[in-house]
């Protein structure tokens, strides 16, 4: 099994930044990569970025690329994703997730463990 600890998130205005870091725990050897997903309400998890665990890889959903960050991994035993030029449209649950996608970087059920979520809310 491997452990998912999130941390981070909260509310901030359009046009900040916040950071989400996401630490595992356990059997990380089982691992090859990490991704964040997130769901706002009344919609479906969608894929925001994701990172080999090695750290050598990235990659990110069109609606976040060149506005968020996905580094760390196995250096560290922790992810992060530092989130930057937020717009309320982001508003949502951020969930750390950690498998061995096969399907693609985006697709959910490629990740075995998730954490427990952070929510981020960016007013207007």
């Known amino acids: 099994q491997v452990q998912l600890v999130e941390s981070g998130g909260g509310l901030v205005q359009a046009g900040g930044s916040l950071r989400l870091s996401c630490a595992a725990s356990g059997r990380t050897f089982s691992i090859s990569a990490m991704g964040w997903f997130r769901q706002a309400p009344g919609k479906e998890r969608e894929f925001v970025a994701a990172?080999?665990?090695?750290?050598?890889?990235?990659f990110y959903a069109d609606s976040v690329k060149g506005r968020f960050t996905i580094s760390g991994a196995n250096a560290k035993n922790t992810v992060y994703l530092q989130m930057n030029s937020l717009k309320p449209e982001d508003t949502a649950v951020y969930y750390c997730?950690?498998?061995?996608?096969?399907?693609?970087?985006?697709?959910?059920?490629?990740?075995?463990?998730w954490g427990q979520g952070a929510q981020v809310t960016v007013s207007s």
């Open positions: 997730a950690a498998g061995r996608p096969t399907t693609g970087w985006e697709n959910l059920f490629g990740y075995n463990f």
């Open positions: 990172i080999t665990w090695s750290g050598g890889f990235t």
